[in-house]
């Protein structure tokens, strides 16, 4: 069975996490995800060792990680391989994979030009 787990940065705001938290169900709903996860790197619970081995226990024999990150910097090239290496040698059992940031989606051009629509203030 397949586990998905959806990768933020984190806050330490706690709304901006659960705000990750109602994404990645939505995602499973949409998706059809019977097992899934919002992880995080820092600020937030829980961080991505933790997502693994709860979808392990729960058995997954597979994970999906899926960065909700809009561009490759720093820790999509840095840190989160290193994080997903480190899970790998302590799940070997697990395979784990990693899908591609949101960067160059064509969805995100749509949600950019219907976000410009719509008004939260006006400027000055």
């Known amino acids: 069975m397949t586990g998905y787990i959806v990768f933020a940065h984190g806050s330490s705001v706690e709304p901006a996490n659960e705000a990750v938290r109602v994404t990645a169900q939505r995602a499973a709903r949409r998706a059809g995800w019977e097992k899934f996860a919002a992880a995080f790197l820092g600020g937030g619970a829980p961080d991505l060792f933790a997502a693994v081995e709860q979808l ?13 990150f809009l561009t490759l910097g720093l820790h999509l090239e840095r840190d989160l391989p ?43």
Do not use: F, M, N
Request: proline share 9%.
């Open 56 to 68: 392990a226990a729960d058995g997954a024999s597979r994970i999906v990680v899926v960065p909700y």
């Open 82 to 124: 290193a994080l997903i290496d480190e899970a790998r040698r302590a799940r070997p059992d697990v395979e784990i994979d990693l899908a591609p940031p949101l960067d160059g989606h064509p969805a995100l051009i749509e949600a950019l030009v219907d976000r410009s629509k719509q008004r939260l203030c006006r400027a000055r």
